[in-house]
């Protein structure tokens, strides 16, 4: 009996962070889509293709793609300005014991520079890819990459294409 209200309690404790994550992000950002596993993959692939020193994903949400490359022993960064979802990304990191590896940040990745990043995650809508784009100009260093989930940066010429996912480099 006790199990089951338990179980009840982190169901609703688990919908009422889904529901206020949501209000949070029309309130301060764009919605909360998160990355399904097999772009999760296709990343993972992406990652370790080449010798992944550092990564970032803008726009982290949950963490789930942090959490991902954390456990292949990537060191990534993840910015997002919802912090009730960088709260519960940090919970999954801690419960998987990958945040030595694994780090989210409640941030606007606007303002973050991307400068010391060897890859970059994005998964933006079409409206914002060319402001991504100026901003991955400005910032990364010659060489590093860039993966878009979706929708491709509209000057850039992608040097790979797996499914939905852009490969970019710099």
């Known amino acids: 009996m006790l199990l089951a209200v338990l179980f009840s309690i982190a169901a609703n404790l688990v919908a009422i962070i889904i529901l206020a994550s949501l209000v949070v992000s029309l309130i301060r950002g764009a919605p909360p889509v998160p990355s399904n596993k097999r772009t999760i993959e296709i990343f993972l692939q992406i990652a370790t293709e080449h010798a992944t020193q550092k990564a970032v994903d803008l726009g982290a949400g949950d963490g789930r793609v942090v959490q991902a490359l954390a456990a292949h022993g990537i060191e990534t960064h993840g910015y997002e300005i919802n912090p009730l979802l ?38 933006g809508l079409p409206n914002v890819m060319r402001h991504f784009e100026a901003k991955l100009e400005r910032e990364l260093r010659p060489g590093a990459r860039v ?21 970019y480099q710099k």
């Not at 801690?94 to 060897?118: C, M």
């Not at 010429?157 to 939905?164: D, L, N, R, S």
């Open 86 to 123: 960088v709260w519960w990304g940090k919970m999954r990191l801690r419960k998987a014991g990958l945040r030595h590896k694994g780090v989210l940040k409640t941030a606007n990745l606007w303002s973050q520079n991307l400068g010391e990043f060897d890859l970059v995650f994005i998964y």
């Open 147 to 167: 993966a878009s989930n979706s929708f491709p940066l509209p000057n850039w010429k992608p040097v790979k294409q797996i499914e939905h996912v852009y490969l």
